[in-house]
């Protein structure tokens, strides 16, 4: 979807060492913790983030601080534990950067690449390529 020049996809967040169970079939994946969530399109981040409620949701352990370049310059972020992201038939995982209650969710260029996507800035859709991982 686009919406003033921001492209927006429908994503699926899941917690991974619940997403490892449901792949070695001990849980089903209606039990795997998730959250289905309209993200941002952000190729100036790294990572994906989530608000804190949602990484709360997901039970996503915290990894602390880190130093890290942001919009707003050097500073620190929270980041959590890994997820499992989910953009239509494609997956990536990675450490999800911890945002403020009620943000946007974010999508950054670690996941897109992962899973082989680049941004029409046009036609404001993800155009798929041949993704790093299946």
């Keep these: ?8 996809v429908k994503a699926t967040f899941y917690n991974a ?3 490892v169970q449901y792949l070695e079939g001990k849980l ?4 795997v913790r998730k959250a289905e969530v309209e993200a941002l399109i952000d ?3 790294t990572f994906p983030a989530l608000p804190r409620e949602i990484i ?6 915290s990894l602390g601080e ?11 972020v929270e980041l959590a534990a890994n997820a499992i992201i989910r953009i239509e038939d494609r997956i990536a995982q990675s450490p999800i950067m911890i945002r403020p209650k009620g943000t946007t969710p974010l ?5 897109l690449e992962q899973m082989g996507y680049k941004v ?5 859709k993800l155009i798929k390529g041949l993704p790093l991982t299946v």
């Design 56 to 61: 709360t949701e997901l039970a996503l352990p």
């Design 107 to 111: 999508i950054g260029v670690v996941a």
């Design 1 to 8: 979807m686009k919406c003033l020049g921001h492209v927006y």
């Design 28 to 31: 089903k994946l209606d039990d």
């Design 17 to 19: 060492v619940d997403y």
């Design 120 to 124: 029409d800035p046009i036609t404001g």
């Design 66 to 76: 880190h130093p890290a370049e942001t919009a707003e310059g050097a500073g620190r």
């Design 43 to 45: 190729t100036g981040a």
